[in-house]
């Protein structure tokens, strides 16, 4: 067979796949020239079945791509087609379910630029569907003005912008040793910048963090007097405290989980077993039926209103589930680590210290993210403990935009609630080498 008699077969082998890509696409221009005028009906833009038609159109790209790479398979690859095509149409169910899950997100933010503050405004009438119907944001309303309206009473000491600069440029530095290490043929130096820009990140933030108090969030009046900042003006005080509080939480949890979580895997003691029985017993109720006992029991000792009384609230409560999670982790090493330690002349503390710990960063990790983020968002609790609005959290702070005498702020509502998911981002980013490395590869031949 000539090479040209060989490119032309392959050229008729591919014509089903191009007929039904051509199909598909003529179905979906059908369905688009066929919709209906949308009616506006109680502030809404209404599409007459546009869910009918979206499913539609669905089936039909999903499937169309699934049989175009059937055919293509069959071309290339006859005995491979079924997964071609069966691989095509997951991957893009998979895509439309995760656009639909981040929209969400993607509509917070366009609310959060919205020159707007009503959720239900005026609609545009011009531009697509999408956004006459409020589905897109309008680039005509595109603004920061909820962000300047939610930090116009912030004001910043002079000291802490060096923080913030020192922050900025270790993040650059993190950019640039990432680049250089995925081009660099020595990637544990660039590693290693990475690694102390990341500390300096750390350590300038948590400065600012510290430096941070209520005096510097005020207004000023026509006499040019301060007057105190209304709640809805300081999210940034909001954030310090929730990540100081959330911060020295998870810390706490892990200092006791560790510690307890080794004596429940590594000792054998009397009432040990049904120790952890009671942990397990107390993680059956719900938090909530300890709220009037903590209440009562904070206001006794006198931490009523006070970030430490919170921090203990919220680390009785994570002691037990944190412990039974490093023990489960510590059962899954082997002793033979220790033990060769313990025969090298180390204490029992010195293997912990210096064997079992380096190894269990992942999990210590997790720990303390996982109490950080539950603590971030709780709101029950913290609503019950703290009652001054200049130690609120960010969770208490965003509920007052809908508690006013007035209608929801939803674009200040929303530049807040951008602005308090920033750490999360910032922290998951910054954790995730540390929560994937395998720390004990290697540790143990054999």
Do not use: C
Request: aromatic content about 14%; glycine content about 8%.
């Amino acid at each position: 067979m000539t090479y040209s008699e060989s490119n032309r077969q392959n050229r008729s082998s591919l014509l089903p796949m191009f007929i039904t890509l051509a199909v598909m696409v003529a179905g979906v221009v059908l369905l688009v020239l066929t919709t209906p005028e949308a009616t506006l009906r109680e502030r809404f833009l209404v599409i007459p079945f546009g869910w009918l038609r979206f499913l539609l159109g669905f089936i039909l790209v999903t499937g169309g791509i699934g049989l175009s790479a059937y055919f293509y398979g069959r071309a290339t690859r006859p005995g491979k087609a079924n997964d071609y095509a069966i691989s095509a149409a997951t991957h893009l169910f998979m895509i439309v379910v995760l656009l639909l899950a981040f929209y969400p997100i993607i509509y917070l933010l366009s609310v959060s630029f919205n020159r707007n503050n009503a959720l239900a405004g005026s609609l545009p009438r011009e531009g697509s569907v999408l956004v006459r119907s409020g589905v897109l944001p309008s680039p005509a309303d595109f603004s920061f003005i909820q962000y300047q309206k939610v930090l116009e009473q912030t004001h910043v000491l002079g000291y802490q912008w060096i923080f913030i600069v020192i922050a900025l440029l270790a993040v650059i530095g993190v950019v640039v040793a990432t680049v250089i290490k995925r081009s660099s043929s020595k990637p544990y130096v660039a590693e290693r910048y990475r690694a102390i820009a990341g500390w300096t990140i750390f350590g300038s933030v948590a400065a600012l963090v510290l430096s941070i108090n209520p005096s510097q969030f005020y207004g000023v009046n026509e006499a040019g007097e301060r007057t105190t900042a209304s709640s809805e003006k300081m999210i940034i005080l909001y954030i310090r405290n929730t990540l100081l509080v959330s911060g020295l939480t998870g810390l706490f949890a892990v200092l006791i989980s560790t510690t307890a979580g080794y004596a429940f895997a590594r000792f054998k003691f009397e009432g040990r077993y049904s120790t952890l029985l009671t942990f397990v017993f107390v993680q059956m109720f719900p938090n909530f039926m300890a709220l009037v006992a903590i209440y009562y029991l904070m206001t006794a000792i006198g931490l009523f209103n006070t970030f430490t009384g919170l921090i203990l609230a919220y680390s009785g409560g994570a002691i037990a589930f944190a412990s039974w999670i490093f023990k489960g982790y510590l059962d899954s090493i082997s002793p033979s680590l220790e033990e060769a330690a313990l025969v090298d002349g180390t204490t029992r503390w010195g293997a912990f210290w210096k064997i079992i710990l380096p190894i269990s960063i992942p999990m210590l990790l997790f720990i303390f993210l996982l109490q950080f983020i539950g603590t971030y968002s709780e709101f029950i609790l913290a609503n019950i403990l703290l009652q001054d609005n200049t130690k609120w959290t960010v969770g208490m702070g965003l509920r007052n935009f809908a508690t006013g005498r007035f209608d929801t702020q939803w674009g200040a509502l929303a530049a807040s609630a951008v602005l308090g998911s920033i750490p999360i981002v910032v922290i998951f980013y910054a954790f995730q080498d540390a929560l994937t490395g395998q720390y004990q590869e290697g540790g143990v031949k054999g």
